[in-house]
């Protein structure tokens, strides 16, 4: 089923900085014009996600993502197939459906909060990255891109935070920290940030064997 491909995963809390990360790697990978699958696009329909007992819904469990569909999805792309997805847009309403075009690439990047929890995908992923960052910095960048990017109320993003991320977090996500092949600490510093990824990725054996002679 797979061809010469690498498959890159990156896993971590919400706002942790794993879209920086993916840019990065984008970027340094760039001649072999990555692939990028999130998880993000396979949330369910909100009238399929848990409620809590204060009658909340909880997006924040694993069962929120179809990741049946996702693992389909990623031996598509691997096989060599492109994909045409639906774009998930976080329950704002904006008109027509979207789509994305994914072709296939010799590296493929996927990433999402609950991509390690899901065992399928971590047999499919061939590197894998943890992202980690102080909970402060992670709540005021959750805070900024759910208020000002998705029209959030903030007593909402909060309640959000503190009955649903914080407890997802230590059931579902750092559990499988032990199993990344690369741990990168997010410190809120930028260029130390893209530092640690330069270093950490080009370094990585699997990086340079695939870096070497393999073209376009």
């Known amino acids: 089923m797979k061809k010469e491909t690498l498959v890159i995963g990156i896993c971590g809390g919400s706002g942790s ?8 790697i984008m970027n340094l990978m760039k001649e072999h014009h990555p692939a990028l699958l999130s998880l993000d696009n396979y949330y369910r329909d909100i009238s399929e996600q848990a409620v809590d007992e204060n009658g909340k819904v909880n997006f924040d469990l694993p069962d929120a993502i179809d990741s049946d569909q996702f693992v ?14 639906k774009k998930y847009t976080f329950n704002v309403h904006r008109g027509e459906n979207q789509y994305l075009d994914i072709p296939y690439s010799k590296i493929i990047l996927t990433e999402g909060i609950f991509l390690f929890h899901i065992p399928e995908a971590m047999k499919l992923i061939d590197l894998k990255i943890y992202v980690e960052l102080d909970h402060d910095l992670q709540l005021q960048r959750r805070l900024e891109r759910d208020v000002k990017e998705r029209g959030y109320d903030q007593n909402d993003v909060l309640y959000q935070w503190h009955h649903h ?7 579902y996500i750092r559990i499988h920290k ?8 997010n410190d809120g510093d930028f260029n130390h940030l893209i530092d640690q990824v330069d270093v950490m990725v080009l370094n990585h054996p699997k990086i340079v064997s695939l870096s070497c002679g393999v073209t376009e």
């Open 72 to 85: 389909s999805d990623l031996k598509k792309l691997i096989s060599g197939e492109d994909l045409r997805i």
């Open 17 to 24: 900085g794993k879209t920086t990360i993916i840019e990065e």
């Open 165 to 171: 991320v914080l407890p997802a977090y230590e059931k």
């Open 178 to 185: 032990d199993e990344a092949d690369i741990v990168i600490l």
